[in-house]
């Protein structure tokens, strides 16, 4: 019996052996996989640091942006409410020039009819 358990450890023998070195090449592969995820996370959080820089940036100028337009929303209020006035103004004028125009051809009718009168 001590022969059979000789003998079965002899044949078990590169058994082991190959099993030790599967042992031996899983451990580097964990580690090489465990230092190439490290040096993942480490490009994956430098991008993702990137990335909220340039979104920072963004937001400020997106609040720049609409900060400009909302006063130049004021500015052109201001100048749509002066357009107004000033067109409301020059029909005033027109029609007082107009007036005045046929005011004086009125005048100039009656002058005229005055005239025919005293002949």
Known sequence: MANASLNTRDILKPFFQRASEAEDRLSRLEVALASKKDAQNEGLLKTIG??????????????????????????????????LHLVQAVRHSDSKLENMTSGSEAKAQTIKKLEDLRL
């Open 50 to 83: 990137e990335l909220q820089t340039k979104l920072e940036c963004v937001h400020a100028e997106l609040a720049s942006e609409q900060e400009k337009a909302r006063k130049l929303a004021v500015e052109n209020a201001k100048l749509q409410y002066r357009i």
